[in-house]
């Protein structure tokens, strides 16, 4: 019985053995992977490849265009970014050919009161007022405080005219009483020697002339005080007045000076306490 089976089994080998070796052995396309391994696998079965095959699978795929794509680049992958570096591109083409001066324009349509440095005020107080003062001096009489940095206009009946000043500071402090030599507008400025002596050991270097203006120090008026180097004049920095800050002179706001200027004559009396 067992020899029976064995011979029918050997039979029917015998009659599929072309066909299974066939379809077996047969000649087919290799498996071809892409070489970007973030890429998914293609598997090449069903088309025969074209060109020479060779054991360096990299060198087969690139001589078959079909089975082998190369990786794309950064921005090819990524359109947005390709638009952006465009534009970069673009942009700094751009400046090259059109220097910027789009800030200029800006700066000159704007309103000169945003141009205006910002500058500290002073204190109300140092304001032009009318108060009452009783004092032995006579009607048209300057008293000037320097400990509280008023100057006053004696106008009689009790009343006087205060302005702000600013004094000598500590060192330059003085007092006495002065008649008013001369008064001049737009005064033009001669720095004393060894004022321009001590500014320059300080490192600032002063002018041996400067003519009359609105940079000048002693502003829009000076009243000369007797044969001294002392004046009440105006500042081109009315924001130290009431302080001790000068060099002896007695300094008011532009605005003051010019007032009190007109208001004075040649030869009044002035008092510096």
């Known amino acids: 019985m067992i020899r029976k089976l064995f011979l029918v089994l050997v039979a029917m080998s015998a009659i599929t053995a072309p066909s299974y070796a066939q379809s077996r052995y047969q000649e087919r396309p290799p498996a071809v992977v892409s070489p970007d391994l973030a890429a998914p696998w293609v598997a090449q079965v069903n088309r025969r490849p074209i060109g020479r095959q060779v054991r360096d699978e990299t060198r087969y795929y690139q001589q078959d265009p079909r089975y082998y794509q190369p990786a794309p680049r950064e ?134 002339h400067m003519p009359g203006g609105e940079a000048n120090p002693l502003g829009a008026r000076a009243l000369y005080l007797g044969s001294t180097l002392y004046r009440i004049h105006g500042t081109n920095q009315p924001w130290t007045i009431g302080q001790a800050v000068s060099s002896g002179c007695i300094r008011m706001r532009n605005e003051d000076v010019i007032e009190l200027y007109n208001r004075v004559p040649v030869g009044a009396s002035v008092v510096v306490i």
């Open 75 to 208: 921005y090819e992958r990524y359109p947005r970014q390709q638009e952006h570096r465009v534009y970069r591109e673009e942009r700094r083409a751009g400046r090259e050919r059109q220097p910027a001066t789009r800030s200029v324009p800006q700066m000159a349509a704007a309103p000169s009161a945003m141009r205006r440095p910002i500058t500290p005020q002073i204190d109300p107080i140092y304001l032009p007022q009318q108060v009452a003062y009783q004092s032995k001096y006579k009607k048209g009489t300057i008293v000037i405080d320097t400990r509280r940095n008023f100057l006053y206009l004696v106008e009689g009946n009790g009343q006087a005219r205060r302005y702000g000043v600013g004094t000598g500071k500590p060192g330059f402090e003085w007092a006495g009483t002065h008649k008013v030599t001369a008064k001049k507008e737009w005064p033009d400025w001669r720095p004393p020697a060894e004022m321009i002596k001590r500014e320059k050991a300080k490192g600032r270097i002063l002018p041996a």
